[in-house]
């Protein structure tokens, strides 16, 4: 049997993964308490109706209990079964705002506090976390673009490649929230300071010769290429789905961009998907 353990913080979006994945078929129950997955789990077993794959949401609603799901997992590793953890993740502010807006209360925070509440939330789920193959930061997602994530990660089959991201970024503009891997390339040659061709961004012909045109260019991109190569087979094989490189520069315009767009086309079987952050902005 497979087994998704869905946690995360209140907020994050966990119960909106726990619906896709019931439109995915899995056998959902949210806030079970660890003691009694095991007894769940073999009731699935015995059911007249085939139940193979199984979601579980197990959060900060479990109280004193939730310490005891470290060793469920455990023992129900030993038995057999397949688990993966799931987390839902979103930054202090975005969560603060989503509370405000809905005006819950958050189940740490009776008397409003709120970002004590997170705070001590993040603290009870660390462990959590750390054992989460997958770990969806939701701070900058629609309910869309998180069902899609989850599907990618647990629609498809085990042999399928991770969904890869490669994302050119600005350092003035301050580092991304996300990345898995970030790269500074601000040590190649800089079109910034060349007057013919400054005005043009990484996607132009002019860029892309001027960035790559030295040896030490050329070598610094095949040496991270095979890099990233050995790293993708490891981290599916860890079972990750979902990973993003970052690559950054001054401003984000043009040797982030040129080398993100290089590595599209050299990891163009995996189909990446390439955004530029900064590429637009002065």
Request: proline fraction near 3%; include cysteine.
């Amino acid at each position: 049997m497979k087994l998704v353990i869905v946690s995360g913080l209140s907020g994050s979006g966990k119960s909106s993964a726990i619906n896709i994945l019931e439109d995915l078929g899995y056998y959902c129950v949210d806030n079970l308490p660890p003691q009694l997955i095991s007894t769940f789990l073999n009731l699935c077993k015995k059911s007249s109706t085939k139940i193979e794959k199984v979601a579980l949401g197990i959060d900060i609603r479990e109280g004193e209990f939730l310490n005891n799901i470290h060793d469920e997992v455990k023992i129900l590793k030993k038995s057999g079964n397949k688990i993966e953890y799931l987390f839902l993740d979103a930054s202090d502010q975005t969560l603060i705002k989503r509370y405000k807006e809905s005006r819950r209360i958050h189940p740490l925070a009776p008397k409003g506090n709120l970002i004590e509440g997170i705070t001590k939330e993040r603290l009870a789920l660390k462990k959590i976390r750390e054992n989460s193959a997958h770990i969806i930061d939701t701070s900058k997602l629609s309910v869309h673009q998180l069902k899609q994530i989850v599907k990618d990660i647990f629609g498809k089959s085990q042999k399928e490649k991770l969904i890869l991201n490669f994302s050119s970024f600005g350092y003035k503009f301050g580092i991304p929230s996300d990345p898995d891997i970030m790269i500074d390339v601000r040590f190649l040659p800089n079109p910034h300071f060349n007057e013919k061709i400054k005005k043009f961004n990484g996607l132009d012909l002019k860029i892309k010769k001027f960035v790559l045109n030295g040896s030490e260019s050329r070598v610094f991109l095949d040496k991270l290429i095979d890099f990233l190569d050995f790293l993708f087979d490891r981290y599916i094989l860890e079972g990750k789905s979902y990973l993003t490189v970052a690559i950054g520069c001054t401003g984000g315009k043009h040797r982030s961009v040129v080398i993100v767009e290089e590595l599209g086309k050299r990891f163009k079987k995996l189909n990446p998907n390439i955004s530029h952050r900064d590429i637009n902005k002065k």
